[in-house]
């Protein structure tokens, strides 16, 4: 199992601020949920890590 591994799996992905100053991705899967919490640093990174990856997928496709 990895990242180019295929799923039928449908999630719903949602990204804010909580009342604690963080930022939460909600990842939400059938009876799952999984909030994960982040300082605004880290997710700042994660957002440059999400753009770098749109860059190369679209560097992929051409």
């Known amino acids: 199992m990895g990242i ?5 799996i449908e999630a719903n992905l949602q ?3 909580t009342d ?7 990842i939400a899967a059938g009876d799952m949920e ?3 919490d982040f300082d605004p640093d ?3 990174e994660i957002a440059e ?3 770098a ?3 190369a ?5 051409g």
């Open 15 to 17: 990204i804010g601020p």
């Open 34 to 36: 999984i909030p994960m």
């Open 42 to 44: 880290e997710a700042r």
């Open 20 to 26: 604690q100053g963080m930022v939460r991705f909600f």
């Open 53 to 55: 990856a749109a860059a």
């Open 57 to 61: 997928a679209d560097a992929i496709r």
């Open 4 to 8: 180019n591994t295929e799923r039928d």
């Open 49 to 51: 890590e999400m753009m």
